[in-house]
């Protein structure tokens, strides 16, 4: 929160903090930690080399309500260029922001070294920020000497021109804000200066600062939230200061980021957080985001199940109904509402509880040939046949009821429990195996798994009796403990030659079980032809594979 001498009020001192050439790896970071902590906005005018280089610290210099502006995308002397020149540093680096930013905005300009004339000026196609307080931290790189020429130079209205690719900036600059606020100074972007004083900019002119001219419009205020008990959930409606718009977002996340527009009460469910912010201008002049829990009676998730090739609902919500699609649109109260079980099908199913101040978000399921519901495997996947393959067989369980997370890595516990369930063996306690891993517990979902594998030579311990259940599993491993299971089936094959662009980072304990696998086509190549064999292989990587091995052993 801000300090009370600084608070965002009406009538109060403003100034106007702004950073060039960033974004910096090193010291952006924790420059943005320092505002945060202070409750200060600043304008930062970046270079787009620096921005494609650091696009999360773009990214979040928005999220966090400063104002991201452009200084050219080379830092270019503006003056000395040509007429199409000009044009295309701006244009470059417009593109690239709203590319980051997944907006499309008009960026303020800073000309780099404050070097412009009139012809510049009527190119450039947008409003011009230079400075009226310079501290020089370029050439005198201590952080005190920042602080004081900040604090000596300030007047209401001011805009300071520091750099944030210099180490000893960063601590003097927030020195000086923490002076300043302590003075009832108010920190804000570029836009908020003029807005709050009536300015308007123009394109085409250049500005140094905004001193008072009696007229200050105050802060933005937080949106305000009302809610009410409707059929399927709660109500709510949206509303701020004339002149604003209100963004939102019912999954959690920011809205300045992915907020939709507020144009009429929407229906939420009991329990889901609204995110929104009321903007003159996203970029620069929004209001603090306001985050609040939608009241009414929470419902509990509806059970979806295929028995005897029909879908059956189970709803534990009292005095509600279920309303489905099977289009894969979002299920309204005009939609289908469940009354007894009907056919499965392939394809998509939504759904949702509605009751008078009751509802869930809807729920879609994508659902196999063989009736598998899937929540995040999708049809379109490359590995929904695999998926679905290792599903059906009892070979990968869901993370949680119909979830596979298939892009998770794998570990070498989940891949031996695969191959156990594959092979349809019997239970065999560590008495009977030759080996005793000293980190597998009893009675672990594993066990069984790890003693089936060492019994038959599928799988080695470490040198120090491990096992190490928990590890992720390399690709190169995974062709290792694969091709010992070859052996133990009395599967004898020959070995290819490897030409993958990477041969020599596969290590020469598992090259002869790569090339072999490779052989078979059980585990393949990736793209721009390597093999990747460090890389941790992933669950939907284990069900391909598995599924290609089920195919090799039906022959």
Known sequence: MLPMTASAVKGGKLIA??????????????????????????????????????????????????????????????????????????????????GILGKEFKYDLRPPYGDYNARVLSIIGRPAFNWSIDPVDWRDRNADTVCSRIVNAAFDGAIILVHDIHSTTIPGALRAVDILQAQGYEFVTIKE?????????????????????????????????????????????????????VYYTTDGSEPAENGRLYTEPFTAAPGQTIKCCAAYDLNGSRS????????????????????????VFVNPNPDTDIFYTTDGSEPTVNSKKYTEPFARYTGQIAFRVMGMGIGTAPKYYYVSENGTLFVDVKPSDWYFAEIDFAAVNGLLNGTAPHVYEPNTSLTRAMFVTMLYRMMNAAPLTKEVCEL????????????????????????????????????????????AILDRLMTALGKEIEP???TFADTEDIGAWARDSVARLVQTEIIRGQGNNRFAPKSTATRAEAAAVLHRLDALLEK
């Not at 069984?448 to 096992?467: K, Q």
Request: proline share 5%.
């Open 288 to 311: 603090e985001t306001v985050s609040v829990t939608v009241a009414g009676n929470p419902s509990i998730e509806p059970l979806l199940t295929v028995e005897d090739g029909m879908f």
């Open 436 to 479: 005793t891993f000293t980190d597998i517990p009893e009675k672990t979902w594993y066990e069984d798994s790890v003693y089936w594998a060492a019994r038959n030579s599928v799988v080695n311990g470490y040198e120090d009796g491990t096992f190490r259940p928990n590890n992720k599993i390399t690709r190169e491993e995974m062709c």
């Open 496 to 498: 290819a030659e490897l």
């Open 193 to 245: 200066l003029f807005r709050r004083r009536g300015v308007t900019t123009c394109d085409g002119k250049l500005y140094v600062s905004c001193k008072p001219n009696g007229t200050d419009l105050g802060p933005i205020a937080e949106p305000s939230f009302e809610q009410k008990a409707v059929y399927g959930g709660m109500e709510v409606t949206l509303s701020s200061q004339n002149g604003t718009s």
């Open 17 to 98: 903090l702004t950073f060039d050439d960033g974004p910096n790896y090193y010291y952006t970071p924790r420059l943005l930690d320092g505002l945060k902590e202070r409750g200060a906005k600043a304008t930062f005018f970046v270079l787009g080399e620096m921005a494609n280089a650091n696009p999360d610290l773009v990214r979040r210099e928005y999220r966090e309500g400063h104002q991201v502006a452009q200084h050219t995308y080379s830092h270019v002397q503006l003056t000395a260029k040509t007429d199409e020149e000009i044009s295309s540093q701006l244009s470059r680096t417009d593109a690239l922001l709203n």
